[in-house]
């Protein structure tokens, strides 16, 4: 009997142990603390783009230049963020969710992002509270 096999196209769940970045939508980029310590612990990063390879990259930066963005620490978990809406305005990166990138390389002392290659992060469910009368 011939069987009609389907691939299974999702990535597997999120690993602690790799460097893992994601975008929102409001142009938030976040890294996990594997990401962050192999950049060096940055206060800042300088953003990059290429057109040509539809890729992002963060490198370490020295927090007093013009064009550094700060990073911040976003929860407990050891997460960072950095808001990078004027790059994504620029040069027209948007998704209509949040997404995790899947091709990432650290590439000298760049974390490089394949802005083709993501996967949608769906929203969580939220809890309602239950209301006593």
């Not at 490198?59 to 004027?86: C, M, Q, T, W």
């Not at 394949?114 to 769906?122: G, V, Y």
Request: hydrophobic share 40%.
């Amino acid at each position: 009997m011939e069987r009609d096999w389907i691939v299974f196209d999702e990535p597997p769940r999120i690993r602690k142990d790799r460097i893992y970045m994601m975008l929102n939508m409001r142009c938030e980029l976040m890294i996990n603390r594997i990401a962050f310590e192999a950049l060096g612990q940055p206060e800042s990063v300088f953003l990059s783009y290429s057109e040509k390879t539809d890729a992002i990259a963060i490198e370490k930066a020295d927090a007093r230049l013009n064009n550094a963005f700060p990073l911040r620490l976003k929860n407990s978990s050891g997460n960072y963020s950095v808001h990078i809406k004027p790059m994504c305005d620029r040069h027209e990166i948007k998704y209509d969710s949040s997404v995790r990138f899947l091709d990432l390389a650290i590439e000298g002392d760049k974390l490089v992002a394949n802005l083709l290659k993501t996967s949608q992060i769906p929203k969580r469910k939220r809890h309602q509270a239950v209301r006593k009368s």
